[in-house]
């Protein structure tokens, strides 16, 4: 891609990524005292992954019975507590596993 | 100790409430770095067949240690778009690490001062965020920084290698990768989940809210993914708020 093009916007788009993060974690250190906005910033980290993750997740493979594989089995790993990796790596496995068999049986 | 609300568990928490050390930073940030690496390698082909070259590629993967907003970044890129829609797309897919940042800020210790705030604000992404509120122990800056490292790393390598590597691969085997990082997603989630009843269906409302963006036709066409998101998890999380006002009184679960 022609640097004329590219640079400018990398640097704006570096720029606004960058300053999202740092400026509410440089200037908002106080300690939320109010019971229901606190209980709001405990729940958002987890509102914001549920949501990013489903229903994307069914179709982040390409194909939707290998996605709903790895579905399963990260809800299940989950459930028994795995550690981040086993999880991750087991959803991959599963994926994988599922591709192979609907290749195989030829879909 | 700095905690200074819950001073009815102390009991089970083990004298080290520091805010943790460089090499535990590390050790949580290997799984994150793995999954980084197969992430982004997708990040590294998608940037690739874009038309970007493999060293663009790999510098906006540097810059910004995001996924959703990079893949809306390049697309802009690509299209020669303006420099405020870039701006614009990168403040609304992004806003969430702007909550994240906030609700950080309620569980780091005193070793995080402005100038490591400054440094540190550069690698907190999802999955960081995530790793770090779960623990037991506040979150200071050697810790924050040791849980950065490793995953900053997997993301630009990552990159590079789908960059360079990528049309060698076949697509099952990078789809199967892609997959993985939704699965680190959802081990932050179901353990919290399982042990808060408030977290359980404000998790459940911010799948079934994004669902409607999804599926319903005019709202997909008109709200962008990363719209979506935002909306979809404020509107659980403000509903949880609202729906159990008393669950976090009880303290008995560090949430």
Known sequence: MDLSVFLPLLIVMALTTYLVRALPFTLFRRRITNARVKAFFELIPYTVLSAMTFPAILYATGSFPSACAGFVVALILSFLDKSLLTVAIGTCLATLAATGVLMYIGK | ?255
Not at chain 2, 154 to 163: D, F, I, K, N, P
Not at chain 2, 173 to 198: D, E
């Open chain 2, 1 to 255: 100790m700095a905690d200074t609300t819950d001073t009815n568990r102390n009991a089970s928490v083990p004298a080290a409430s520091n805010g943790g050390t460089f090499r535990e930073g590390l050790k949580d940030g290997l799984a994150i770095g793995l999954g980084y690496l197969s992430v982004s390698f997708s990040f590294g082909i998608l940037a690739v067949a874009s038309g970007l070259s493999w060293w663009q590629a790999v510098l906006v993967s540097a810059a910004n240690i995001t996924s959703a907003g990079q893949v809306a970044g390049v697309g802009i890129m690509v299209s020669a778009g303006g420099l405020i829609e870039m701006m614009v797309s990168q403040i609304v897919i992004n806003l969430r690490y702007s909550l994240m940042a906030i609700a950080l800020s309620q569980r780091t210790d005193k070793s995080m001062t402005t100038l490591k705030r400054i440094l540190l604000a550069y690698g907190l992404t999802d999955e960081i965020f995530g790793v770090a509120v779960s623990k037991k122990h506040e979150v200071g800056s050697r810790y924050f920084f040791g849980l950065t490292v490793l995953p900053v790393i997997g993301w630009v390598s990552g990159t590079l290698l789908g960059a360079v590597l990528g049309g060698i691969f076949p697509d099952f085997l990078t789809n199967a990768l892609a997959v993985g990082i939704y699965g680190m997603f959802i081990s932050i989630v179901i353990p919290k989940a399982k042990r808060s009843r408030m977290i359980a269906v404000c998790a459940l409302l911010a799948c079934g809210i994004s669902s409607l963006f999804f599926y319903v036709p005019w709202l997909k066409e008109h709200v962008s993914s990363g719209f979506a998101v935002i909306i979809a998890a404020v509107v659980a999380a403000l509903a949880g708020v609202f729906c159990f006002p008393h669950e976090e009184d009880t303290g008995k679960e560090a949430v």
